[in-house]
């Protein structure tokens, strides 16, 4: 059974810093047209894909948060992490750890909710910032 497990998230003041880190167990290699990486999901929003690796570990972000998160992993220890710098308000959401179709990453594609996408995904961890 795949599971996906997320912890790091928090409280921070405007243009602080979190580390994101997600477990993964039960999942042995990313299939070809599926990506592992972070969606997020703000109040009255849609599902956001924010970074993600595809299968042969070329790493994408939206445009809003290029300079300021990094996305990596530890194949050992089966995790993967998104650091978050400079902090905005906007980045407040709920973040999700996934592994799903590579396509629903890109800005304007998240899929309308985890039950209806495919894939795995974990329970969230929530990140606020506040000014």
């Known amino acids: 059974q795949v599971q996906l497990v997320e912890s790091g998230g928090g409280s921070v003041q405007l243009g602080g810093s979190l580390r994101l880190s997600c477990v993964v167990s039960?999942?042995?290699?990313?299939?070809?047209?599926?990506?592992m990486g972070w969606f997020r999901q703000a109040p009255g929003k849609e599902l956001e894909g924010v970074a993600s690796f595809d299968s042969s570990d070329a790493i994408s972000y939206i445009d809003s948060v290029k300079g300021r998160f990094t996305l990596s992993k530890d194949n050992a220890k089966k995790t993967l992490n998104l650091q978050m710098n400079n902090l905005k308000t906007e980045d407040t959401a709920m973040y999700y750890c996934a592994i799903t179709l590579c396509w629903t990453f890109a800005s304007g594609y998240g899929p309308e909710s985890r039950e209806a996408a495919s894939g795995h995904w974990g329970q969230g961890t929530q990140v606020t910032v506040s000014s």
């Open positions: 039960g999942y042995k290699d990313i299939a070809s047209g599926y990506c």
